[in-house]
């Protein structure tokens, strides 16, 4: 089955403590995406990639890291993460960039 | 702020009826999507409408697009119970194609 996966899906983690949400997927696309999303608000990008060993800054950047070093898996890292990064983070995949993104069923983080 | 602002916020109608919403949007795009959500799950692609298309229709969807006034709508005819679900306009900018921006969703209630 064609699918984006996240792991894990829940993660309540202190401040502080470094931590990654993986993200795979099995379609071969070459595009992938991180995105947060807080309540009442529409999703934010945070990275991007179009291909391997390419990545590029979103709207949020900051506090994240991610990194591209084979097509399917992108991982998105909080080397400290702090309470305002609290949120529902999405991932996401296409076969290039500007078309039609599968979406991961999210991974709810709750920094304390 | 968010490239794309969809409007309304919040619409609620009755089974049967059509629902209208509405997306704008600040620079020159590649092409623009709609994304439906439902309750905190991932996000499902229904339609991607390019710049230099200015109608599409996809089932009881139809989307159209508006580039002189930055603007997309998004028509759900006949609409169902199952419709309920927040619904997201995301643009790909000229630019750069990679940088998806969502706006802040429309909520639709469709009651029985």
């Not at chain 1, 991610?66 to 296409?94: D, G, H, M, W």
């Not at chain 2, 109608?13 to 620079?27: L, P």
Request: proline letters at 4%.
């Amino acid at each position: 089955e064609a699918q984006v996966t996240q792991n894990p899906r829940y993660l309540i983690t202190v401040t502080g403590k470094k931590l990654t949400v993986t993200c795979s997927q099995n379609m071969n696309h070459e595009y992938m995406s991180w995105y947060r999303q807080d309540p009442g608000l529409g999703l934010r990008q945070i990275y991007y990639s179009m291909n391997v060993e390419v990545t590029d800054k979103g709207d949020v950047p900051e506090g994240y890291k991610v990194s591209r070093k084979e097509k399917r898996n992108f991982p998105l890292i909080l080397e400290s993460p702090s309470p305002n990064q609290t949120s529902l983070y999405f991932c996401a995949s296409s076969i290039w960039g500007g078309n039609e993104q599968f979406f991961g069923p999210g991974t709810r983080l709750t920094v304390l | 702020s968010q490239q794309g602002e969809e409007d309304p916020q919040a619409l609620s109608i009755q089974e049967g009826e059509n629902a209208t919403m509405n997306c704008s949007y600040k620079t020159s795009i590649n092409n623009l999507q709609w994304y439906r959500q439902n309750s905190g799950r991932g996000l499902v692609h229904l339609i991607l409408i390019r710049s230099n298309e200015r109608e599409k229709h996809s089932g009881r969807l139809r989307v159209t697009l508006d580039t002189s006034k930055k603007s997309s709508s998004l028509l759900i005819t006949a609409s169902r119970a199952a419709d309920t679900a927040s619904y997201f306009c995301a643009t790909d900018a000229r630019a750069n194609a990679g940088k998806s921006t969502f706006g802040d969703g429309t909520t639709l209630t469709v009651k029985p």
